[in-house]
Nanobody, 127 residues
């Protein structure tokens, strides 16, 4: 099974920047990971979609982060990134990465995983 591990969260002042990383790993090879995304969950609020990146390179962002956040992937490293700039206090949340579909294993015994999540990484923007 493919596992996702986030890193890069932390404390930052308003206007600052952070880059989150989400690395995928599995026993055997990872053949493909389709749509990858970042979500966030602030205290007392529902988890919301922040950005998505398809295997073809198309991206989509929630309106509140457009122009400030950039999602991109390095397929060779099986890693997706979220570059966050001009951070605001309202960006404070636990950020989770997601993969809608992943195929890994071996050519003879491929394994398909759906709706994978990482453990989350906390981003705190404070004055």
């Amino acid at each position: 099974q493919v596992q996702l591990v986030e890193s890069g969260g932390g404390l930052v002042q308003p206007g600052g920047s952070l880059r989150l990383s989400c690395a995928a790993s599995a026993s055997g090879c990872i053949f493909i990971i389709n749509v990858r995304g970042w979500y966030r969950e602030a205290t007392g609020k529902q988890r919301e979609l922040v950005a998505t990146n398809t295997s073809g390179g198309s991206t989509n962002y929630v309106d509140s982060v457009k122009g400030r956040f950039t999602i991109y992937r390095d397929n060779a490293k099986n890693t997706v990134y979220l570059q966050m700039s001009s951070l605001k206090p309202e960006d404070t949340a636990v950020y989770y990465c997601n993969a809608q579909e992943a195929v890994s294993g071996t050519m003879l015994e491929p394994n398909r995983d759906l709706d994978l999540w990482g453990q989350g990484t906390l981003v705190t923007v404070f004055s």
